[in-house]
């Protein structure tokens, strides 16, 4: 019954994270961010497109949401800290 519940979680989070990107999109990025996104849809000469601000503007918001949550779970900040740097170890390891 419980893997039934994790799919369910599993199909719902997928649903509503597409939603969201589809809109984030759709009105922000082709709203008032177009002028960070026009480059994206129209090629210009260079390695770098204004575009990629998005990274920046997407990961920060995330890092903060995971390291917040480290110090929830953790009660501090060189706890949380610790935590973060042996969770990442392993993924560099296999980014190698
Ligand atoms: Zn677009």
């Known amino acids: ?3 039934v519940l ?3 979680v599993l199909l719902a989070t997928f649903l509503v994270m597409e939603g969201v990107t589809w809109c984030t999109h759709r009105f922000v990025m082709h709203g008032f961010l177009w002028i960070l996104h ?4 129209q090629v210009e000469p260079g390695f770098f497109e204004k575009n990629d601000a998005f990274f920046v ?3 920060i918001p995330s890092m903060l949401l995971i390291f917040s949550e480290l110090l929830i779970m953790f ?3 060189r706890q949380s ?3 973060l740097w042996r969770m ?3 993924i560099s390891w296999f980014m190698m």
């Open 88 to 90: 990442a170890l392993p």
């Open 6 to 8: 994790f799919i369910l």
């Open 57 to 59: 503007i997407f990961a």
């Open 1 to 3: 019954m419980i893997v």
């Open 38 to 41: 026009k480059d994206h849809h």
């Open 81 to 83: 800290a610790l935590a």
């Open 75 to 77: 009660g501090g900040c």
